[in-house]
Nanobody
Framework: QVQVEESGGGLVQPGGSLRLSCVAS????????MGWYRQAPGKEREMVVE???????NYRESVKGRFTISRDNAKNTGYLQMNSLKPEDTAVYYC??????????????WGQGTQVTVAS
């Protein structure tokens, strides 16, 4: 079953905004460590922003001041607000959440990704 699902991607003009959503289910929780990553064509997947269970964030330098991560634990949903988008932000964006397993190490669970295209 799908445990992490992203949505909210699309085509936007440079300077525009998008908000991505990441819905977790089952034993996967956005309240644990989670993050947003992206992969552009021909490039490796890169970290965009991560947030710890305690709320400490780590943003990629190129998105600081433009992107904001947040989460609603009650809805088990994470968000990535992206403002002042640039063509170089074009990529497939992935959400990573953490699944806690009693007596076993936590595991990362990835979504299928959502395409973000910034172009005029």
């Amino acid at each position: 079953q799908v445990q992490v699902e992203e949505s909210g991607g699309g085509l936007v003009q440079p300077g525009g905004s998008l908000r991505l959503s990441c819905v977790a289910s089952g034993r996967v929780s956005v309240a644990n460590s989670m993050g947003w990553y992206r992969q552009a064509p021909g490039k490796e997947r890169e970290m965009v922003v991560e947030i710890t269970s305690g709320g400490v964030t780590n943003y990629r330098e190129s998105v600081k001041g433009r992107f904001t991560i947040s989460r609603d634990n009650a809805k088990n949903t994470g968000y990535l607000q992206m403002n002042s988008l640039k063509p170089e932000d074009t990529a497939v964006y992935y959400c990573r959440c953490t699944k806690i397993q009693l007596g076993r190490p936590p595991v990362n669970v990835w979504g299928q990704g959502t395409q973000v295209t910034v172009a005029s």
